[in-house]
């Protein structure tokens, strides 16, 4: 069973920068691969950027350049660094688990508005 709990998320103007941090606890974090996931209103829920268990990262086509995923074992807890934000990249933030099953957290709210 492994527990996530997401921070981070904020109103930011366009051009902006967050950093989402997601903490997991309750089982082996280094084991699991990670990942942040959004959905927008109206919209489906889409992967962002994930990161396996070796380092190994991919990103959607509209994040690339911009966000960077990093993970740190020693604290359980995966980043979601994102730069020049839009306002398309407004929508609820969600970290992601999996070993097998698939874990979710709560979601952290960006909206990114002048």
């Known amino acids: 069973q492994v527990q996530l709990v997401e921070s981070g998320g904020d109103l930011v103007q366009p051009g902006g920068s967050l950093r989402l941090s997601c903490a997991a606890s309750?089982?082996?974090?280094?084991?699991?691969?990670m990942g942040w996931y959004r959905q927008a209103p109206g919209k489906q829920r889409e992967l962002v950027a994930g990161?396996?268990?070796?380092?190994?990262?991919n990103y959607a086509d509209s994040v690339k350049g911009r966000f960077t995923i990093s993970r740190d074992n020693a604290l359980s807890t995966v980043y979601l660094q994102m730069n020049i934000l839009k306002p398309e990249d407004t929508a609820v933030y969600y970290c992601?688990?999996?070993?097998?099953?698939?874990?979710w957290g709560q979601g952290t709210q960006v909206t990114v508005s002048s």
């Open positions: 992601y688990a999996r070993r097998g099953t698939e874990y």
């Open positions: 309750g089982s082996i974090f280094r084991s699991y691969y």
């Open positions: 990161i396996s268990i070796f380092g190994n990262t």
